[in-house]
């Protein structure tokens, strides 16, 4: 009964997260205190101040037998490889440098107690439980954020079928769906995060005119359309091929409504959104958009430097993206302030992005500001009609996407029915 004491000292990943895009190795910004249940109870939007991304976890000691050590060590190693966390290999570090020095005491410990060693390797799985549950939320973890988000994040029944319409329309994962290139999107959880940050830090709401740069299949402004049901939900996708399967899952969505309209449930499909083929660059102005979300990651410096003219002579108040102030800001010279952040999940590959919410800090001058009004508000004339579009009768704005979907995709029927729906339908529009 000798079990050799060993201190391990571990939690001591001081590691600084990327400014950019590395979630910090703390709880900081999605903390169960700071979390949406915490947040949802607010009353209108938040602005807190900047975050600092450099958290760091407090140092605990815990004294488990050594060979409990060598067991709790394999375990570590055996997460590692699931998990790739940071945190876990700095403690597994640690660890392995304390058995090194505790060589000589090996004898011992073979005589320690088997009841002991159950104590101590209860301890550590404890132990090791709070290391997990206190990271930001990994890829391969089964809830999105953590165990507390992840029970208190609803999503409403109207989102959910629009994305079961989706998916069995183009694929769960992004890109063309089944069979084509993937490409950058969140899942849904994620997404309603996202949105429910909106809501409290930005006051998303139902008056709120929302643009999704690079809408690829158009799901964040289908979803926004749906929750809280902006008065404005808008997609723009310069490749046509991600644009035409966007328009047939509207397509699928709107006849959806229409089936509703005979007995409307409470939580109905909302149709307020429309999504255009074209080139953000296009316009000269983000407005009449309230909130402008892009999901960045791989844009070009290019297009960042064009945003950011565009975004500094127009009124829009809120941007939503995945790069950091010291791009945003510093590098591209956004008028921005950061608002929140939070670390996201996505689709189709094992990455992990930190959502940005930011404000705007300065208007341009008024003569520089976007003179073109639509509905009373200052509109960049490509989007006038998507508005108007988008504002239509549920009857009107069926139809008119039923032309789109006819014109681009049912051109032509292919007669192989082996490959994947997305992947015919691309074919039968490229044809
Ligand atoms: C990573 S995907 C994101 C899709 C979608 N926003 C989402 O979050 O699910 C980025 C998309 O932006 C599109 N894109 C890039 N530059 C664009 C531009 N100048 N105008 C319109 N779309 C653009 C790309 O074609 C690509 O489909």
């Known amino acids: 009964m000798t079990a050799e004491i060993v201190s391990v000292i571990r939690g001591s990943s001081n590691i600084e997260a990327d400014k950019e895009n590395k979630p910090p190795m703390s709880i900081a910004p999605n903390s169960p205190k700071k979390g949406l249940q915490a947040q949802a109870k607010g009353k209108g939007p938040k602005t807190p101040p900047r975050q600092s991304t450099s958290n760091r976890r407090k140092s605990n000691i815990i004294t488990p037998s050594n060979s409990v050590l060598n067991a709790s060590e394999k375990k570590r190693n055996d997460d590692d490889q699931v998990r790739g966390s940071e945190a876990r290999r700095s403690l597994n570090l640690v660890s392995r440098s304390e058995s090194e020095s505790t060589e000589t005491t090996q004898s011992t410990v073979e005589s320690t107690s088997l009841s002991v060693v159950v104590e101590d390797l209860k301890e550590v799985t404890e132990d090791l439980k709070e290391i997990t549950i206190s990271k930001p939320e990994t890829p391969k973890k089964k809830g999105a954020f953590g165990r507390t988000a992840t029970n208190t994040i609803s999503i409403n029944p109207n989102v959910r079928k629009v994305y079961h319409l989706v998916n069995k329309q183009t694929g769960s994962v992004g890109g063309n769906g089944h069979g084509g290139a993937i490409y950058g999107e969140l899942t849904i959880g994620s997404m309603q995060k996202m949105v429910e940050l909106m809501k409290e830090h930005t006051g998303l709401n139902s008056e709120s005119r929302f643009i999704d740069v690079g809408c690829g299949l158009g799901k964040p402004s289908i979803h926004v359309a749906q929750d809280p049901g902006v008065a404005f939900s808008y997609g723009i ?156 009768d549920l009857d009107v704005l069926s139809e008119h996407i039923s032309e789109l979907v006819e014109l681009h995709l049912n051109t032509g029927r292919s007669t192989r029915r082996t490959r994947s729906k997305p992947k015919r339908l691309a074919d039968e529009y490229e044809a």
Not at 306 to 317: A, F, I, T, V
Not at 321 to 336: A, K, S
Not at 355 to 380: F, M, Q, V
Request: glycine fraction near 6%.
């Open 237 to 392: 996708e310069m490749e046509k091929v991600r644009w035409v399967l966007g328009i047939a899952n509207m397509h699928q969505i709107l006849r959806a409504a229409k089936k509703e309209e005979v007995a409307p449930p409470k939580s109905a499909i909302a149709h307020k959104c429309y999504l255009s083929h074209g080139d953000m660059t296009d316009a000269d102005y983000f407005d009449p958009f309230t909130h402008v979300y892009m999901f960045d990651i791989g844009f070009p410096p290019v297009l960042f430097a064009k945003l950011s003219d565009m975004w500094n002579r127009s009124k829009s108040e809120f941007m939503i993206c995945y790069h950091g102030p010291r791009l945003m800001i510093d590098r591209y010279e956004f008028n921005l302030e950061l608002l929140h952040q939070a670390p996201t999940s996505m689709h189709g590959s094992s990455e992990g992005h930190m959502g940005y919410i930011y404000r705007r800090t300065e208007s341009s001058e008024k003569e520089e500001l976007c003179a073109n009004k639509h509905y009373g508000e200052r509109c960049d004339p490509l989007f006038e009609e998507a508005w108007t579009r988008a504002n239509d």
